[in-house]
């Protein structure tokens, strides 16, 4: 296993046993890469941009993008499934590629906060998460419960799911748990820095990415990374 990190100009860095399949090094991108998805076989992965751009390397397929809509929100999302790829935008919206199949979007909901993120466990449908801590269920995805009406002293970073529940992960390090799934505090220390996002496995561990380490729940450290360029780092791939 592993984990790849990508930053906002596409570079992509691969850990654990994982490979480099290649990045948007020395290209300049239109829009800032927002999301990096994994393919099944771990052989591959997808980097989405905020324009709606889409870039497979490895085993990944490119079934299509949303570059060339009119947006009327960045996209900041992507969920990668055999045969097919959703994208999220922040307004709520979804964006279906390939033979996976639109299950609905909160894109008519008068959102509290932006959609930040996106994730599936099947083929059948998809969650949402908002800034606020909002969740949005669509199609087979199952509802636990959410923060949106909890008043947060610290921001939704991230949304990690697994076949029995999720966290909705926030930048102080608390992983608060729905469904059966525990809530637990990664909590802050010097030299870490806050929660950037946060990539959960479907046996229920999961792997952190603080602004400056990149950390798993047994505190083991990936070797050789240096500080300054985890800092740049903002989105996982499993």
Known sequence: ??????????????????????????????????????????????LVAADGGVFAFGDARFYGSAAHLPLASPVVGVVLRPGGYWLAAADGGVFNFGNVAFYGSAGAIDLAADIIGIEATNDMGYRLVAADGGVFVFGSADFHGSLGNVQLTNGVVALASTSSGYWVATEDGTMHGFGQVGTEALGLSAG????????????????????????????RFVAGLSPERIATWDALAW
């Open 1 to 46: 296993g592993g984990a790849w990190t990508v930053d906002a100009n596409g570079v992509v860095a691969n850990h654990g046993g994982l490979l480099h399949y290649g990045d948007l090094s020395g290209i300049d991108v239109a829009a800032p890469i927002v999301d990096i998805a994994a393919t099944e076989t771990g052989a591959g992965y997808l």
């Open 192 to 219: 870490r820095g806050h929660l950037i996002d946060v990539g959960a496995f479907d046996d229920g561990t999961y792997v952190a990415v603080f602004s400056d380490v990149i950390m798993t729940e047994a505190e």
